[in-house]
């Protein structure tokens, strides 16, 4: 056997080699790509939740439920995701935007949403409304709102859609207004109410009724009344979530298994 032939024949064995070893990294890069968006596709969505009547709670067996909860089984059927429950809205809001979780699915107005940079509001869920409640022997309530002097408004510092609403108010039709909060839950402000110890509180509607229903000495005043659109926040950069998010309220708003869930606190 001659040099030359020998010599060919290394050289074709190293082509081979080196056509093998460019075959191999091929295979392994389309599968690592294949691997990498497969698990961006299924990857689990972090979605912060406020423990509260409004977003979860956790009953007797130690199981999430709440209205929060049941959207999200019907908005992302198909999407695996973890609830990351938070007592703070402030500290919820920052991991959102942060990016450590991609939805906040705890309800706020669409005007306060809109002003929170670094993220995006889903369509809106569903309208609540407000009330203004007062002693019912308070005949010049309506004086009081359009008079020169001014008049305290009463609203929980948890209550941010009722802080929303007197802000609003005072704004745009009643500039004598002044919005106090404190640190209370509403029912306790309305206890205060009841004493005579504050003259105006505003809340939710069904909560308004609520506590009228059990106060006779108080009143609702449908009058001076607010309705808010109510929706939940995104990370700024959650396009894809936010446009199947949206798809999926649309399609479903209205729907009497909707409005079971946006009524059930209401009903309790």
Not at 249 to 264: C, F, P, T, V, Y
């Amino acid at each position: 056997m001659s040099q030359l032939s020998k010599s060919k024949r290394i050289t074709i064995a190293n082509g081979f080699a080196i056509l093998a070893a460019a075959l191999l990294m091929w295979l392994f890069t389309t599968r690592r790509s294949q691997r990498e968006s497969a698990q961006s596709d299924s990857a689990i969505i972090k979605v912060a939740v406020d423990l509260a009547p409004d977003g979860l709670r956790v009953d007797s067996l130690g199981e999430m439920t709440g209205r929060a909860k049941k959207l999200l089984e019907l908005l992302l059927p198909q999407k695996e995701y973890e609830i990351v429950p938070f007592s703070s809205r402030s500290e919820a809001i920052e991991e959102l935007v942060k990016g450590n979780v991609q939805l906040y699915a705890t309800t706020m107005p669409l005007s306060m949403a809109n002003k929170i940079e670094g993220t995006k509001p889903t369509e809106w869920l569903y309208t609540s409304s407000f009330y203004l409640l007062h002693k019912s022997n308070n005949t010049d309530w309506k004086a009081d709102f359009t008079g020169e002097h001014p008049v305290e408004v009463w609203v929980s510092e948890e209550d941010q859609a009722a802080i929303t609403i007197v802000e609003n108010l005072a704004e745009l039709n009643y500039p004598s207004l002044t919005v106090k909060k404190r640190e209370l839950p509403t029912m306790q402000l309305a206890i205060q109410l009841s004493k005579g110890e504050i003259n105006y509180l505003i809340c939710d509607k069904a909560l308004a009724e609520a506590i009228v229903a059990v106060d006779s000495t108080l009143q609702s005043s449908k009058e001076i009344g607010f309705e808010l659109q109510q929706v939940w926040l995104l990370n700024g950069q959650s396009d894809s979530l936010k446009a199947e998010i949206d798809s999926a309220i649309i399609l479903h708003r209205g729907s009497k298994e909707w409005q079971d869930i946006i009524n059930e606190i209401e009903k309790k």
